[in-house]
């Protein structure tokens, strides 16, 4: 994941603020000093936002999270599409449409139907006139411009990355009344209050913009590789936790495992054996050295019994 230096949000431009009489009050600890009626916005506040910032990100895609990056201003629009295509993740970069997290449920309604009419063959184009058909593709078009980076998404989001909390004040609001956590870049003129990680920086510098939605990316992909590796443990866990049968002449010890063979057919009792010979089963069960649980007979076999 890319660490954040200094020297990198001062080439961004990210430490100058709105001019003074701009400001929001509640935007004082991320003040550095005033130059020439301009805030300077202290860079070491921003160093560790984006650090907390991040970690968010990548704790929410580990567990198998969805983020939505949201830029609709007109120079940020591209390099939002691209770093959320690099990641893998959704995003909206045209006009925000009103419900779009509130009212998810008719979103989806024109996610179907842009789906439908994209479909290649589609009966909706059967036995129509010309100008009905050229009507259905604007149609599909308008609806690809609007929804072309959620197309995908088949609930909301589990946190949204906005890159100008006061220009998607919007997006903020409805992130909010939904319980979704928002990342967002904030300048001196926004409230950082509104926003639950706020990135104290330059919103208007495009090389800042970048700056952000490129570590949001690295951040998601490192997220994909923490979750990858979750799953992994997860799965041997579950293999240490599951009881397996063997024949009994075939395995008494196996690693970090012990055989527990049964002396009767209905109950096990809590210590294991070390005979076979008193064993009238013909299949025994590995358990976990560390695993304190009793033992019951399985109902569908006299050969194998589980843990309960």
Not at 41 to 59: H, M, P, V
Not at 127 to 155: F, P, Y
Not at 164 to 169: H, N, R, S
Not at 175 to 183: C, R
Request: hydrophobic fraction near 35%; charge should be neutral; charged fraction near 25%.
């Amino acid at each position: 994941m890319t660490l954040i230096k200094f020297e990198d949000l001062l080439d961004t431009g990210a430490h100058f603020g709105h001019v003074t009489r701009k400001w929001h009050p509640n935007y004082k600890p991320y003040v550095l000093m005033e130059k020439n009626g301009v805030h300077i916005i202290n860079l070491d506040e921003t160093i560790s936002s984006f650090k907390k910032a991040t970690d968010f990100i990548q704790s929410v895609v580990k567990k198998n999270g969805e983020i939505l990056f949201i830029g609709t201003k007109k120079q940020a629009k591209d390099i939002v599409q691209q770093e959320a295509d690099r990641c893998g993740m959704f995003y909206i970069v045209e006009r925000w449409l009103g419900g779009s997290l509130t009212n998810f449920t008719t979103i989806k309604k024109s996610i179907k139907r842009l789906k439908s009419l994209e479909k290649e063959g589609s009966s909706l184009y059967e036995n129509l006139t010309k100008k009905e058909a050229q009507m259905l593709n604007r149609e599909r078009v308008k609806l690809s411009d609007q929804h072309r980076g959620i197309k995908d998404m088949r609930k909301p989001p589990d946190a949204v990355v906005i890159v100008d909390g006061q220009y998607e004040a919007t997006a903020i609001k409805e992130a909010t009344s939904m319980n979704i956590p928002t990342v967002a870049l904030v300048d001196s003129n926004t409230d950082p209050n509104i926003v639950d990680f706020p990135i104290p920086a330059n919103d208007d510098a495009i090389r800042a913009v970048r700056l952000l939605c490129t570590v949001a990316a690295n951040a998601v992909l490192a997220g994909k590789e923490e979750q990858v590796v979750f799953a992994d443990q997860q799965k041997n866990l579950q293999s240490k936790n599951f009881l397996l049968g063997f024949d009994k002449n075939s395995i008494t010890s196996f690693g970090s495992f012990q055989c527990v063979v049964p002396q009767q057919l209905n109950i096990l009792s809590s210590s294991p054996t070390s005979s076979h010979e008193e064993c009238t089963c013909s299949r025994v069960i590995i358990l976990h050295h560390h695993m304190d649980t009793k033992y019951h007979h399985h109902p569908l076999s006299s050969n194998f019994f589980s843990i309960y």
